[in-house]
């Protein structure tokens, strides 16, 4: 059974930088597409950047160029999101999926990361 | 970027009746090499992560109901509920992996008459 487990809530002042991870289990990050998508209050999903199988490398949103990183530890099968320079725009949950390369679709979902953003 | 519009934003629908969501792409996501269209449906209810239902825009994903069904090619698709259960209360979103950044829809909500 597939599981990715992220880690727990935050809460940031402006200008901080928050880091989500994303704990795969019963698969390894290797054999995953991974990407990240957010749901601000109120608002629809949103895909912040993943793994281009096309391209080989890991592309961003235009929205978060330059304030994103995503990365990966293979030893131990985790996923890392880092978002700096925060705002109170930024406040969602954040989720790490993933899914087979051949459907690019996200056949798996973290648990849901809430990230806060408030002075 | 390849912009993704849902119809209706809303919808209430009876149990036991039809319900059809729809989804338009700006640009093609069938993939000649391998005749697929690069299209999910996911369904998301409060406190949980989305749930993937449908792939390349008609395959069902494991465990999915077959009441649930995906639709469509090229630039036009729907996912049908054919006999709406209490359970498909949800926000339902299309998604588009044809190239990145891999856009969604901005949601329908469907509700229960």
């Known amino acids: 059974q597939v599981q990715l487990i992220q880690s727990g809530s935050e809460v940031k002042k402006p200008g901080a930088s928050v880091k989500v991870s994303c704990k795969v289990s019963?698969?390894?990050?290797?054999?995953?597409?991974m990407h990240w998508v957010r749901q601000a209050p109120g608002k629809g999903l949103e895909w912040m950047g993943g793994?281009?199988?096309?391209?080989?490398?890991?592309v961003f949103s235009q929205e978060f160029q330059g304030r994103v990183t995503m990365t990966e530890d293979t030893s131990t099968d985790t996923a890392y999101m880092e978002l700096t320079s925060l705002r109170s725009e930024d406040t969602a949950v954040y989720y790490c999926?993933?899914?087979?390369?051949?459907?690019?679709?996200?056949?798996?979902w973290g648990q849901g990361t809430l990230v806060t953003v408030s002075s | 970027d390849i912009v993704m519009t849902q119809s209706p934003d809303s919808l209430a629908v009876s149990l036991g009746e039809r319900a059809t969501i729809n989804c338009k792409s700006s640009?093609?996501?069938?993939?000649?090499?391998?005749?697929?269209?690069?299209l999910a449906w996911y369904q998301h209810k409060p406190g949980q992560p989305p749930k993937l239902l449908i792939y390349?825009?008609?395959t069902r994903e494991s465990g999915v109901p077959d009441r649930i069904s995906g639709s469509g090619s090229g630039t036009d698709y729907t996912l049908t509920i054919s006999s709406l259960q209490a359970e498909d209360v949800a926000v339902y979103y299309c998604?588009?992996?044809?190239?990145?950044?891999?856009?969604f829809g901005q949601g329908t909500k469907l509700e229960i008459k």
């Open positions: 999926a993933g899914g087979p390369y051949h459907t690019l679709a996200f056949d798996f």
């Open positions: 019963g698969y390894t990050l290797t054999e995953l597409s």
């Open positions: 793994y281009d199988p096309e391209d080989g490398v890991t």
């Open positions: 640009q093609s996501l069938l993939y000649r090499s391998n005749n697929k269209n690069y």
């Open positions: 390349w825009a008609s």
């Open positions: 998604q588009q992996s044809y190239s990145t950044p891999y856009t």
